[in-house]
């Protein structure tokens, strides 16, 4: 079952099992308010479980440009289009928050982005691998993040 994110009213569900959920809900919220103020976009977010192929979209993506897998467990997902540009969306357990940017007219503006929610350690898959910048948020507090730039078509 879908769920529209409310950045208003901060809320955990769906994230309930991961042992930084209340930070993890700031960090989804936090987008969420990105996607209304510039597009007036409301942030719709599936079950990991009933959302296969965003999950394999994403690992593809991963493992084809760094050879990345993440042993963290998926809880939700997120597959839109605004403009020209397509987000995926995918919430770990762990804390994690990834999106891949895709420009579907321009292949340099292609990106995945990696937000660390506040008391969460880096991933292993990316330790060593990226430096993260701090951005603070009211929603979700410090959050951390870093990125890359995605070279194939997908």
Known sequence: ??????????????LESSPVAAALA????NEAR??????KHEFEVIP???SQENLDYVKRILKEERDI???AK????????????QFTYVFYEDGLGLNVMYTVDDAKKRAVGFKLSEGMEVPKELEGKFKF????????GTIRGSFFV???DY
């Open 34 to 39: 990105y996607f209304m103020n510039k597009y």
């Open 48 to 50: 990991a479980d009933e």
């Open 26 to 29: 700031g960090l989804r919220a």
């Open 74 to 85: 998926p809880l939700e997902t997120s597959r839109f289009q605004v403009d020209n540009i």
């Open 69 to 71: 897998e993440f042993a």
């Open 1 to 14: 079952m879908s769920y529209i994110v409310d950045f208003k009213h901060v809320s955990t569900v769906g």
């Open 133 to 140: 910048a701090r951005q603070k948020s009211k929603l979700a």
């Open 150 to 152: 995605i070279k194939n």
